[in-house]
């Protein structure tokens, strides 16, 4: 049986919910969608992908002034929450002082029993607290891994988006010929490295990328392959270096050298712009 | 002590999901009423959210301020196009942010606009069940869900990444990234098949 119709807008469902299809694919693919209770069923599962994609970046705080600014924009001034009648919490750490103070006045106003009281609501509240801040830390925590592993993917993405991006398709050499990489260079913006089918490094070697000019090769930055060979690395790069010709891998000893010394295991041409 | 009283009933209290979704709605028709309170409310429960996806794509807060500022003024304008059948009110807010801040991406870039403004897959999938729920971003669903997203091979993540950050159809990213569009188009179906799966019971 060969593929329908059906399945290749099948396979454009995943495109459709990122946004990705072009406007003539999309009006087209919503024309069947209208009509095609599987595909509606596929674009629908995949929505939950989208609203995390939205989700997963890095949450900072809008500006003060901005609230003002998108409240103008309905023509009022700029209004308490209607919530204003509850109480707004300082921030957490101030919180369990606040209570004990609270609790302490009330003893000093000779409350009594009534204090006792409170003052047992008050300890299990602030064993809560504890509880919530300390989750809140732990929180924090996998976020800031999470906001450096962003910035990373960010800036490789922000390579490949640069307009002044050259690719570069590195081949295999003698001591690794099935080995092959691709280089993504901006001058404004860095290097990103991607490479496939690497040896296995022996002890006390690493992996070294070099840009070659007309003179000297410059170091880009070294390079660690997984266990079945592949590399992935993302490296800044120096604005002025002259134009290059060409990008080398080679083996060296641990820590990189100033200048190649090993045997090459990638090179690839740079074609000038 | 009525200082401390409101302390206590706010921080005994825990908000349910669903007395969010009730409340987002709820703040959504007030301000689709022209009730500033309700904008303040819709505001103070999604700003975050919103400006940091737009930060995220604009890359300059002047534009992300600029791109927030439409999303809210968008979203109470046209609050009457908002259906709690097809996702929450956030999830909603997050769909007019992108949009607009990759309006203003393809507007500085001078880019030809190949995905219209009001690019919205949930305006017409209405059929069956509601769609499934987009919560609240708290911190550690973020850093899990970032987590499921590199996890991804990096090709496909990157060509994820184009797509939904920077707005390029996959004819762009195969241009972009010199390979193949079949290749292309099967690494974000891939993808996001993959970030589905590892996603159920995360959001």
């Known amino acids: ?273 | 002590m009525w200082i401390l009283w409101a302390l206590i009933d706010t921080s005994g209290r825990i908000r349910g999901r669903a007395e969010d979704r009730a409340a987002d709605e709820e703040a959504l028709a007030r301000a689709g009423r022209g009730e500033a309170s309700g904008l303040a409310d819709l505001y103070d429960r999604h700003a975050r959210p919103v400006y940091s996806l737009a930060l995220r794509i604009l890359g300059d807060s002047a534009d992300a301020e600029d791109a927030v500022q439409e999303t809210f003024s968008q979203a109470w304008r046209q609050s009457k196009r908002y259906d709690p059948g097809r996702g929450t009110v956030a999830a909603w807010l997050l769909i007019i942010a992108r949009t607009r801040a990759i309006d203003r991406l393809r507007a500085r870039q001078a880019r030809p606009d190949s995905t219209p403004t009001g690019w919205d897959p949930t305006s017409i999938v209405d059929t069956g069940a509601p769609a499934p729920e987009l919560q609240l971003a708290s911190a550690e669903r973020i850093a899990r869900v970032r987590a499921v997203l590199n996890e991804l091979p990096f090709l496909q993540r990157v060509a994820i990444e184009l797509a939904y950050y920077e707005g390029l159809t996959h004819t762009e990213i195969a241009e972009r990234l010199e390979q193949p569009l079949g290749t292309v188009k099967t690494r974000i179906r891939l993808g996001l098949i993959k970030m589905r799966e590892a996603l159920t019971g995360i959001v």
């Open chain 1, 1 to 273: 049986m060969g593929r329908s119709e059906h399945d290749d807008f099948r396979e454009q469902a995943a495109l459709y919910v990122i946004g990705s299809l072009p406007l003539a694919e999309r009006t087209a693919f919503e024309t069947h969608l209208s009509g095609c209770s599987e595909c509606a069923s596929e674009v629908r599962s995949l929505l939950p992908v989208r609203d995390a994609l939205a989700m997963a970046v890095p949450q900072l705080e809008p500006p003060l002034g901005l609230r003002d600014r998108v409240l103008a924009s309905m023509g009022g001034t700029s209004p308490l929450s209607s919530r204003s009648n509850v109480v707004v919490l300082p921030p957490r750490r101030a919180r369990l002082d606040w209570l004990v103070a609270a609790v302490s006045l009330a003893a000093l106003l000779g409350l009594g029993v009534y204090t006792a009281r409170l003052r047992d609501r008050v300890s299990s509240l602030s064993e809560e607290l504890r509880a919530a801040i300390a989750r809140a830390d732990a929180s924090d925590l996998a976020v800031a891994d999470a906001r450096r592993t962003a910035a990373d993917a960010q800036a490789s993405v922000a390579v490949l988006s640069a307009p002044d991006m050259a690719r570069v398709d590195l081949a295999g050499q003698p001591p690794a010929p099935r080995a092959s990489a691709r280089a993504y260079w901006s001058r404004s913006r860095g290097l990103v490295f991607t490479a496939s089918d690497l040896p296995a490094l022996p002890a006390g070697r690493t992996y070294q990328l070099w840009i070659v000019p007309a003179g000297a090769p410059i170091s880009v930055g070294l390079l660690r392959p997984d266990a079945v060979g592949r590399a992935t690395a993302r490296f800044d790069t120096a604005a002025d270096i002259p134009q290059p010709v060409a990008m080398a891998l080679t083996i060296e000893p641990d820590g990189g050298v100033p200048a190649p010394t090993g045997d090459k295991y990638l090179v690839g041409a740079v074609s000038s712009h």
